[in-house]
Nanobody
Framework: QVQLVESGGGLVQAGGSLRLSCAASRSIFNIGAVGWYRQAPGKQRELVAA?????STNYADFVKGRFTISSAKNTVYLQMNSLKPEDTAVYYCAARLPVELDFGSWGQGTQVTVSS
């Protein structure tokens, strides 16, 4: 497993920006993929963006053009621009090791609140 610690959440006005960080206990190069998920109250958890150890990225349609996922050494970032109230959620970082079929390691989450 991989230990993950998120940071960077907070309260921001609509249209503002935040950058989330996910610090991993091993190099991103040795992790198959890292993803950012979010869960709003009363809603299911959903994938926001993911990045592979090779640098390939994918995004949910609802964040394309606004969010950017990137990685450096042991940290994965989620740059969030043009935030909307509907982006309010707890954001979780998750890791999928090369031997895993799904994301098996999770962080504790960081709250993002976007006010209108």
């Amino acid at each position: 497993q991989v230990q993950l610690v998120e940071s960077g959440g907070g309260l921001v006005q609509a249209g503002g920006s935040l950058r989330l960080s996910c610090a991993a206990s091993r190099s991103i190069f040795n992790i198959g993929a890292v993803g950012w998920y979010r869960q709003a109250p009363g809603k299911q958890r959903e994938l926001v963006a993911a990045i592979s150890s090779g640098g390939s990225t994918n995004y949910a349609d609802f964040v394309k053009g606004r969010f950017t996922i990137s990685s450096a050494k042991n940290t994965v970032y989620l740059q969030m621009n043009s935030l909307k109230p509907e982006d309010t959620a707890v954001y979780y970082c998750a890791a999928r090791l090369p031997v895993e079929l799904d994301f098996g390691s999770w962080g504790q989450g960081t709250q993002v609140t976007v006010s209108s």
